[in-house]
């Protein structure tokens, strides 16, 4: 599947972060969606119009789950994007979220 239209990034680089992530969090397996694919969803959600029912739809899942993945990795993913000293910056127009965390000093994207 092609991610780059929908969550900017790479496959490389999505695999990448979901390494990352995965490093950081406990995962369950039995969750509905693995990491990678709670990063894409997470992702989209951020650079789409698309509310978590219809990004559910797509997923094949539900609302909820949508929800609370993106609740779950959004402060993960802002943590490993400060580790890495990734700049918001690089991401701006790729990815926008308004509760983006940023870093105190850089302000908003």
């Known amino acids: 599947m092609r991610y780059k239209d929908t969550t900017g990034l790479s496959e490389d680089q999505l695999r990448w972060l979901a390494e990352r992530i995965s490093e950081l969090i406990r995962w369950d397996p039995s969750n509905t969606l693995s990491v990678f694919m709670a990063l894409v969803v997470t992702l989209e959600s951020y650079r789409t119009n698309l509310t ?16 609370r993945v993106v609740r779950r990795i959004d402060p993960v993913l802002a943590d490993t994007l400060n580790e890495v ?25």
């Open 85 to 109: 000293h990734a700049p918001l910056e690089e991401f701006h127009g790729r990815v926008t979220h308004c509760g983006w965390r940023t870093h105190p000093h850089r302000g908003p994207p």
């Open 52 to 67: 978590q029912k219809q990004l559910a739809v797509f997923r094949n899942t539900s609302q909820s789950t949508i929800s």
